[in-house]
Each structure stands twice: as C-alpha cells, then as structure tokens.
C-alpha cells in the first residue's frame, strides 16, 4: 500500500506543487496536498497549522517546506503523525523523497587519507602542528612528512613524537635511508618509499613500509619487494606509481589494475598528486575519477597533496569522493544522487522554477519589493510595477527604481551579480542566500530554518517610513 504523505503549501506555489503531483510522486505515493493559507508557504507557524488542520491527520508524513520555521517535534507530538522538514525547493522533492536519489549515509568510507605536508621539515614543530591539525579536520587519517632532497631535516624525531601525542598518525617519505631508519626507530607509523634493497629500514620497528617498484615500473621487484616483506613479517602497502600525463598515465593506471590481479590482498597506496597538482583542471573531478578507479579496485590507501593554489581544497575533495563512493558501491549503484560536495561550478538542477512559473510568481506580487530569481531564460527581477529578464546584471539597471538610494542600490547589485554567476554557470540562485560551491565553499554555520532579518536597507526605507 502506497505511503500517505500530507504536503503543506502555500498560495504561490500550491500550482506547481500539484504539477508535480501528476508525476511519478503521484504514483509512487498517496498525496494529499493541503495550502495551510499563507501567500508564501516559509511564513507558516506552528499557531496556524493547529488552527487550520484538524486532527486526525489521514497521513503517514507530513512534509513541510524547509524554509518553515516550525518545530517538527512539537507537531508531530500535537498532531500524532510525524512532521519533516522538507527541501527548500519543489524542484528538489522527489530526490528528497527517494524517487532520484540513493542512499545518503555518508558516514563510512574504506579508504585511508595520507595528506603531505611537503615543507614539514622547513617549519617550526607548533605550526606544524596546527597545519597538520587543520589537515586532521579535512579529512586527513595519516600525516606525511615530506623530506627535502638534500635539505636536513634535523627536528624529525620532535615533530614525529608531537604528532603521536596529538593523536595523530604519522608517515615519512625521503630519499635518504638514514632519514627513514631515524624515523622508523622515533615510532612513525609508515615509511615511504622502500624497495626491495631498502626494506630492511623498517626491521625491527613497528613502521609499514610501502613499498615502491625499482627500477621505476617494474613490477616484478615489487612483487619481489612485497615477498621479501612476508617473509620478514612485516605489514605493507605496495604503491606501483600514478604518472603525470603524457609521462605515462595511461600505464601508470594498467600497472595498478595489474598489481591487483598479481597481488590479490595486498593493500595499495595510490598518490594522487602527480594528476591534482600537475594539471591545470579543477581538482574535484580528476579527484573523483581517481577515486573511482581506487573504489573499483579496492585501493584502500591514498596520499594527496595540496600544494598549488588550485588544490587549495583537495583533501576535502578527496574525503567526500571517498565517503559518496563508498555508499554508491554498497548499493551497487552509480554515484549520482548521494551528495553534491563534488558539484563544485554546476548544480545538478540549477533552476527550480521555470520561466513560466515565475511569470505568475511577478503577476501575483502586490508590493513594491524587488524580487530576484533565476530560470532558464535568464535573471528575473520584478515587483508589482515591473517584470524584466535580462542576462547580465548591469542592463537590469535602467529599469529599477532607486531614487538616491544608495544603500538599497548596492545590495541589489551584489544580488543581480551572484544572479549572474548562477545563471552563466547553471547554479542554483537564491536570493539573499550565499551560492553553494561543495566542499570548495563550505557552507556558513547561519541558521537557515527561520526567515532572515530585514538588511539593512530595508530597516532603513521601514525606519524612514515610521519618522
């Protein structure tokens, strides 16, 4: 039997929410759509709902719009049927109710996240102790230490032991074999990069090596070096090498598929650096498409770096591909519809009304406001005198009315320019509210289930009016 869900609404969007009704909601659920009587459906409180719907309630949910600010608890209690928060969005309801998007526990991940700090033997122990927290609180599960080739790296047992204190895990990359046996015997948690000539640096310590082809590519001398690890009785990762393009990437990923089948369960490192730092893309799709190789081959391990100024936010990047595979191969699914951390300069539905429904929204407007939405055919502006569409923010000036306000003038400027970037990328716009850009621009901590205050502008024209 098909669930009951009780949608509330409100005048304005009421038409569009029985369109959708039609769809595949209609068919997928029981829908019973209530217009609680307020113009915009954010204004409902929870006064008007226990005046205006009579219990019982013949439903399983009831689903109000997100920007409400009521409390679904104290609803669900007064009412005896559980009450939720819905997307702000009508455009969004059916990935909210299950009918597009999969499954949203985000929680669990298998993969472990190795961040470099390539200049940690360059920087005092208390910075890099906070860079290493920073990099902890990103995502980060292990901490490398990058050495300098040729630069000594005299505090090394100092910042090992620092970071082991905070808790922290700790791994060491360097050329030089001193260099890794003084940080295999300060109790580093992994060493990189051995060879089957340089393991016996880890002997005796509790250091896991990963371990590395040598020459460069050869994986019989890591298959040989992974053996030689068995036979001492030493835990290990084995990394065949991620090239940049055209310096060989294309086989680079062949000899990962390749030591997967040789070595079945071994564990594998993968670093993703040489395509995140070396390629002038955005670094959350070469990241996404790493990870995806890594999650169909069961590479557990990854070390990322953030170095030039466009992987500012890798690792962030990484931890959230990490999480949204997980969940994505768990359910057999493709990654679609689990997160949008990684939808960084597009929306996946970056307009939530269309033309048509904001011509109405223009027609049913009584006051003098100016109201900024976007649709596919460019920014609206409009109030109860106007209604333009435009493409560009500067060409909307002409037809606003804005004598010697100066102050309402700029805010409607920073607003027509955020309507701009939204619609020229195809992002979503809300106005007042800041663009999202994943986990390139985490959100703000503002709480978002109550209406705004005025800004300032508006306390100015409401202040001016009451003199």
């Not at 369109?19 to 909601?25: D, G, K, P």
């Not at 499954?103 to 700090?117: K, Q, T, V, W």
């Not at 393009?245 to 079945?264: D, F, K, M, Q, V």
């Not at 900024?372 to 460019?378: K, N, Q, R, S, T």
Request: glycine fraction near 6%; charged fraction near 25%; hydrophobic fraction near 45%.
């Amino acid at each position: 039997m098909a669930e009951k869900l009780l949608l509330l609404t409100g005048h304005l969007a009421e038409p569009r929410l029985r369109r959708l009704a039609e769809t595949e909601l209609g068919k997928r659920f029981s829908v019973q759509i209530v217009n609680i009587g307020v113009k915009v459906a954010a204004l409902m409180t929870e006064a008007i709902l226990r005046r205006r719907l009579r219990p019982p309630l013949d439903a399983d949910r009831v689903i109000f719009p997100g920007r409400a600010g009521l409390d679904a608890a104290a609803l669900t209690t007064h009412f005896g049927v559980p009450f939720v928060r819905g997307p702000d969005e009508i455009a969004d309801l059916p990935a909210f109710l299950g009918l597009k998007a999969g499954a949203r526990d985000l929680s669990r991940c298998d993969i472990r996240l190795f961040a470099e700090i390539v200049d940690a033997s360059e920087m005092d122990r208390e910075t890099l102790l906070a860079r290493a927290r920073a990099l902890v609180a990103e995502g980060a599960d292990v901490i490398d230490l990058g050495c300098r080739p040729g630069a000594e790296f005299p505090d090394l047992v100092a910042k090992i032991g620092d970071l082991q204190a905070a808790g922290i895990a700790v791994s060491v990359d360097s050329g030089d074999p001193a260099e890794l046996r003084r940080a295999a015997l300060a109790g580093a948690d992994f060493l990189l990069s051995l060879t089957e000539t340089t393991l016996e640096i880890a002997a005796g310590t509790r250091a896991t090596p990963v371990l590395i082809p040598a020459p460069h590519g050869d994986l019989a001398s890591l298959r040989r070096a992974a053996a030689k690890a068995e036979a001492m009785g030493l835990s290990f990762l084995v990394d065949p090498i991620l090239d940049p393009i055209h310096s060989g990437l294309a086989a680079s990923l062949a000899r990962y598929h390749e030591t997967r089948r040789l070595l079945p369960r071994a564990e594998i490192l993968m670093g993703t650096g040489n395509l995140t730092e070396l390629t002038d893309a955005d670094s959350a799709g070469v990241t996404m498409m790493l990870l995806g190789v890594c999650s169909e081959l069961g590479i557990r391990n990854v070390l990322t770096v953030q170095v030039s100024p466009h992987t500012r936010r890798t690792l962030a990047e990484h931890d959230a591909a990490r999480r949204l595979l997980f969940a994505a191969r768990s359910d057999g699914a493709l990654p679609r519809f689990y997160s949008d951390a990684l939808l960084q300069v597009h929306d996946r539905v970056p307009f939530a009304q269309s033309a048509a429904d904001l011509a109405a929204l223009a027609a049913a407007t009584r006051d003098e406001n100016y109201r900024i939405m976007v649709a596919e055919d460019g920014i609206h502006v409009f109030n109860n005198h106007i209604h333009i569409v435009r493409a560009d923010a500067l060409s909307c000036y002409p037809d606003l009315a804005l004598p010697g306000d100066a102050a309402h003038a700029f805010y409607l400027g920073t607003e027509l320019a955020k309507a701009e970037i939204a619609f020229r990328l195809g992002k979503r716009y809300v106005q007042d509210e800041p663009l999202r850009w994943g986990v390139a621009l985490p959100d703000d901590d503002r709480e978002r289930t109550r209406l705004a205050e005025a800004g300032h502008t508006l306390r100015a024209k409401r202040d001016a009016a009451h003199s």
